[in-house]
């Protein structure tokens, strides 16, 4: 996923683009380059509205996809990447 870093007029420090009306949101991220990567190392994940308000809290180590039609994003939580819906609530390991 692409993500962003903080803007003078953003509360958070880095945001993915908006999906179906939701964003991914970090907090404590290290950006670690490597040749012509940026890559995310640390910090937590959680997401917002088009409001702004946090709807998820930061709790995720990464996000791998964003919400699908059915609700769904996946993330990567203690160590595993599994589905959540759209209140952070873990479904089931992602095969």
């Known amino acids: 996923m692409q993500f962003y870093r903080k803007s003078r007029k953003s509360k958070f ?12 949101v970090a907090k404590d991220l290290e950006i670690k ?4 990567l940026r890559l995310p190392v640390g910090g937590k994940w959680g997401f917002i509205n088009k ?21 769904r994003a996946v993330v990567v939580y203690n160590g ?3 589905y959540v819906n759209r209140n952070g609530e ?5 095969k």
């Open 90 to 94: 873990v479904l089931e390991s992602y």
């Open 51 to 71: 409001s702004g308000k946090l709807i998820v809290q930061y709790k995720f180590d990464n996000v791998i996809f964003p919400f699908n039609e059915e609700g």
């Open 33 to 36: 380059k490597d040749g012509e």
């Open 13 to 24: 420090e880095y945001a993915t683009k908006f999906i179906r009306g939701i964003a991914a």
């Open 80 to 82: 595993k990447k599994v």
